[in-house]
Nanobody, 122 residues
């Protein structure tokens, strides 16, 4: 299981952009499918974007065309570039491992950190 530290959240106006960063631990990081998740108040945590160690990506329909996930295996980093942000993107964003394709989704038994808050004003 990887340990992560998320950063890059903040307050932005609708239509703006943010870039989230995730620093991960573990010598086998390059083999781990990673994901960005979010949880809005009163809603379940959802997978926003996932990326395999080899760079295969998957996105939730709500963010396709606006968000881009990437990774740098040499630096143990995962990024989420968020463009054309909408108020409904407001949530706490988390980085963590993800189930590999075709299942994606949240693996069992993961530990969640504090995440990073993203707030989009209208």
């Amino acid at each position: 299981q990887v340990q992560v530290v998320e950063s890059g959240g903040g307050l932005v106006q609708a239509g703006g952009s943010l870039r989230l960063s995730c620093a991960a631990s573990g010598s086998l990081f390059r083999l781990v499918t990673m994901g960005w998740y979010r949880q809005a108040p009163g809603k379940q945590r959802e997978l926003v974007a996932g990326i395999t160690g080899g760079g295969i990506t998957n996105y939730a329909d709500s963010v396709k065309g606006r968000f881009t996930i990437s990774r740098d295996n040499a630096k143990n980093m995962v990024y989420l570039q968020m463009n054309s942000l909408k108020p409904e993107d407001t949530a706490v964003y988390y980085c963590n491992s993800a189930r590999s394709p075709p299942n994606w989704g949240i693996p069992p038994g993961v530990y969640w950190g504090q995440g990073t808050q993203v707030t989009v004003s209208s």
